[in-house]
């Protein structure tokens, strides 16, 4: 739903965005080379790194160091090589995209180039919500991609059950001229009650097997994650029925004790919703869910890095506690990349002010005005992550928390490395500031 101030700002440019983003995903994927970029993924750092595509997978990739710089003559001209075999197998090739002579080069100058990132749990952006149809998807989505979201699970807020299953059936009806959309991540309704957060009280549900049923039905396979407090009632048969279903359970909005939590973990939940948020902390006596998550190694860790929902001590905290494990993610609402003001979560009132959201009602945290190029850049910059683990959390960790950093049905090629193999999803970066400069997503160049 769009505020006041939302809707008066820059309206024009939001409607040409999510247009031409449209337009460029509806076209084939593309084939091109990048060269001179400081490539940054979860493997490590490489200078003078290129990369060459075809068709929207990355199929060849090294480094150009000369002979005198230490580098060998393979090096020195494996890059040339790379684009001659390209060029060669599209000019035999008459269904490829690219023209023989006509493989774009862009010389990145030196700037760091990422895997795109990879956000599975963000509600909206740019004055809509995942909940809003498909216009409000398409739009949310543009305010994500444009700041190098290249892929996002689609989160789903507390709502009654029919407008669940309806918002469900739209995400689907999406995914295939969609590659960006990873799918859906219901929060919501299987929620503790004290835990509920930004969540409507009157909504929220016990997860028995017709509800489970219900929802699976109506996701038709694009349900990606849920969030569920295990000690509801029917809580840890949920998390079985889902996982059984493929659907990766995820442990939150909960007030779930150690062993209830660890029961959860052990009987298929492999994911904690936004850790530290809307959830038992830990005390020495009564350990809580945290410890559950952290001392196994099947479980990701969801992080908010804000500043706001989590303070920087606990960022740091969460890299120490479960190395490779924690994925950033945004838990973005509607107001993200707009002006402070009034919008909606669900049906419930919020006020943004200097970007944080909070309910109209009772002055809970209502979810972030956070991108993950933000999460990214104040991690590196801010906290002195060090930058492979800060690009790993946005873009490897949660591409494997799904199961798309293997080939799989919903991506093609694996996605979350800048390496052979992998769909071309490529951000390159300033390196002065760590904004997002130039974007492509499965072989497309948005931006
Ligand atoms: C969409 C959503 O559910 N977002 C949650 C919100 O519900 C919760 O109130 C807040 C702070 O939780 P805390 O006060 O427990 O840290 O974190 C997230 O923003």
Redesign the pocket.
Known sequence: MESKEAATKDTESFTTAVAHIGEVLARPAGSFAIRNARRIDARGVQDHCWLVVRDGVIVAEGAEIDVEAGGTDDMADAFAKAVERVRSQTSSQSQSTAAPDDLPIIDARGAIMTPGYVDIHA?GAWGTSFDDGADGIVTARAGHMVHGTTRQVL?L??NPIDTICENLRTVRSLMPSRPDILGAHL??PF?ALE?????DPECLRDPVPELVDQLLDASDGCLRQITIAPELPHGIDAIKRFAAAGVKPAVG?CSADYQTAKRAFNEGATIM??M????NGMHHRKPGPIPAAVEDPRITIEL?NDGF??QDPMVALSFGFAPHRTAFVT?A?AATDCPDGHYL?GALDVNVEHGH?R?VSNG?????TLVLERAVSRAVLELGIDPVSAVEAATLTPARALGFDHANPVTGAPIGLLATGYAADVLLLNPADWQVDSVWCAGRRIR
Do not use: C, P, Q, Y
């Open positions: 509600h989160s807020i507390t929060e919501g929620l835990r509920k957060g930004a969540h909005h919703t936004h530290f948020n809307a959830m908010i929902h989590v838990d609402m979560l959201a309910l809970a945290i209502a979810g972030s």
